[in-house]
C-alpha cells in the first residue's frame, strides 16, 4: 500500500492541474490577505484569530474545490477504464478493495492539505513582513476547526458521490459557493467567515479572545464526524 500511496501522490501532485490550482489559489489569498484582512476585520488586529478566520473562510470555496478535483481523478468514467492521464497503479488485491480506496483518499487529503498549507505560509510571509509578527499559536485552533471539518466532509461526501455517477462531483463543487449566497446562521458561519466577522462584535471585549458558542462546536464536530462515517464505509463493488 505504501507503493500505491505514493503512486498516487505523484499523480495528483506532479501535473498541471494542481500548479494552476496552486496558482489561482495563491493569486486570490493575496487579494483577500490585502484587501479584508490588512485592514482588520469586526475593530481586531490583522493578525488576530477573527480577522484570520474571515481569510479562510473566504478561501473555503476553492479549498473544497481542489478536494473534490482531486477525487475525480480516481472516480472518473475514463479513469474506471484505466484510460485517464498517468497509468495508475495496479489494483490491490481482490481480498482488500477498501483498504486501496482508503490509500486513494489518503493520496487526496494530501494534496488538500497541500493547497492548505499554501494558504498558511503565504499569510505567515505577508504577518512577517508587515508586521513582524510569528505568533501563529493563537491561529492553530481557529485555522483547525475552520478547515479540517469542511475539507474532511467534502472528501468523504465527495468519494461517495463520485462512486455513484462522477459527475456529481462537479455538481457538489458548487455547495459552498450556494452556501455563502445565503445568510447562514450563526453555527454554520465558519463555512463562508461570517461568523468571524460578526461573532466578535457580540462579546464585551476589544479585540477579544478566540472563542465559539456552542452550537458552532456542535455543527463544526458533526461535519467532521459525517465526512469521516462516510470515508470509513465500505467501498461500493462498481466503485474504485
Same mark, same amino acid.
Given at each position: 500500500?505504501?507503493?500505491?500511496?505514493?503512486?498516487?501522490?505523484?499523480?495528483?501532485?506532479?501535473?498541471?492541474?494542481?500548479?494552476?490550482?496552486?496558482?489561482?489559489?495563491?493569486?486570490?489569498?493575496?487579494?483577500?490577505?490585502?484587501?479584508?484582512?490588512?485592514?482588520?476585520?469586526?475593530?481586531?488586529?490583522?493578525?488576530?484569530?477573527?480577522?484570520?478566520?474571515? $481569510?479562510?473562510?473566504?478561501?473555503?470555496?476553492?479549498?473544497?474545490?481542489?478536494?473534490?478535483?482531486?477525487?475525480?481523478?480516481?472516480?472518473?468514467?475514463?479513469?474506471?477504464?484505466?484510460?485517464?492521464?498517468?497509468?495508475?497503479?495496479?489494483?490491490?488485491?481482490?481480498?482488500?478493495?477498501?483498504? $486501496?480506496?482508503?490509500?486513494?483518499?489518503?493520496?487526496?487529503?494530501?494534496?488538500?492539505?497541500?493547497?492548505?498549507?499554501?494558504?498558511?505560509?503565504?499569510?505567515?510571509?505577508? $504577518?512577517?513582513?508587515?508586521?513582524?509578527? $510569528?505568533?501563529? %499559536?493563537?491561529?492553530? !485552533?481557529?485555522?483547525?476547526?475552520?478547515?479540517?471539518?469542511?475539507?474532511?466532509?467534502?472528501?468523504?461526501?465527495?468519494?461517495?458521490?463520485?462512486? &455513484?455517477?462522477?459527475?456529481?462531483?462537479? &455538481?457538489?463543487?458548487?455547495?459552498?459557493? &450556494?452556501?455563502?449566497?445565503?445568510?447562514?446562521?450563526?453555527?454554520? %458561519?465558519?463555512?463562508?467567515?461570517?461568523?468571524?466577522? %460578526?461573532?466578535? !462584535?457580540?462579546?464585551?471585549?476589544?479585540?477579544?479572545?478566540?472563542?465559539?458558542?456552542?452550537?458552532?462546536?456542535?455543527?463544526? %464536530?458533526?461535519?467532521?464526524?459525517?465526512?469521516?462515517?462516510?470515508?470509513?464505509?465500505?467501498?461500493?463493488?462498481?466503485? &474504485?
Amino acid at each position: 500500500m505504501t507503493k500505491i500511496f505514493s503512486c498516487e501522490c505523484r499523480r495528483l501532485l506532479c501535473n498541471k492541474f494542481f500548479i494552476g490550482l496552486l496558482a489561482v489559489l495563491l493569486f486570490y489569498a493575496g487579494q483577500v490577505f490585502y484587501l479584508t484582512v490588512l485592514p482588520g476585520v469586526s475593530h481586531t488586529a490583522p493578525f488576530s484569530p477573527w480577522s484570520f478566520g474571515v $481569510y479562510l473562510g473566504r478561501l473555503l470555496p476553492l479549498l473544497w474545490v481542489g478536494a473534490l478535483f482531486f477525487l475525480t481523478f480516481f472516480t472518473s468514467a475514463r479513469e474506471r477504464r484505466g484510460g485517464g492521464g498517468a497509468p495508475p497503479p495496479p489494483p490491490p488485491p481482490p481480498a482488500d478493495p477498501r483498504r $486501496y480506496a482508503l490509500t486513494r483518499c489518503a493520496a487526496a487529503l494530501v494534496g488538500t492539505a497541500l493547497l492548505c498549507l499554501a494558504v498558511l505560509a503565504l499569510a505567515a510571509v505577508c $504577518y512577517g513582513r508587515l508586521f513582524g509578527w $510569528y505568533g501563529w %499559536g493563537s491561529l492553530v !485552533l481557529p485555522t483547525l476547526v475552520t478547515l479540517a471539518p469542511p475539507l474532511v466532509f467534502a472528501l468523504g461526501s465527495g468519494w461517495r458521490l463520485g462512486e &455513484v455517477r462522477p459527475w456529481l462531483l462537479y &455538481v457538489w463543487m458548487a455547495f459552498p459557493f &450556494v452556501l455563502s449566497a445565503l445568510p447562514l446562521p450563526q453555527a454554520l %458561519g465558519l463555512w463562508d467567515g461570517s461568523f468571524f466577522a %460578526g461573532y466578535p !462584535l457580540t462579546l464585551d471585549a476589544l479585540d477579544p479572545a478566540f472563542s465559539m458558542p456552542a452550537s458552532a462546536w456542535l455543527a463544526q %464536530g458533526l461535519t467532521l464526524a459525517l465526512g469521516l462515517l462516510l470515508l470509513a464505509l465500505p467501498a461500493r463493488k462498481q466503485g &474504485v
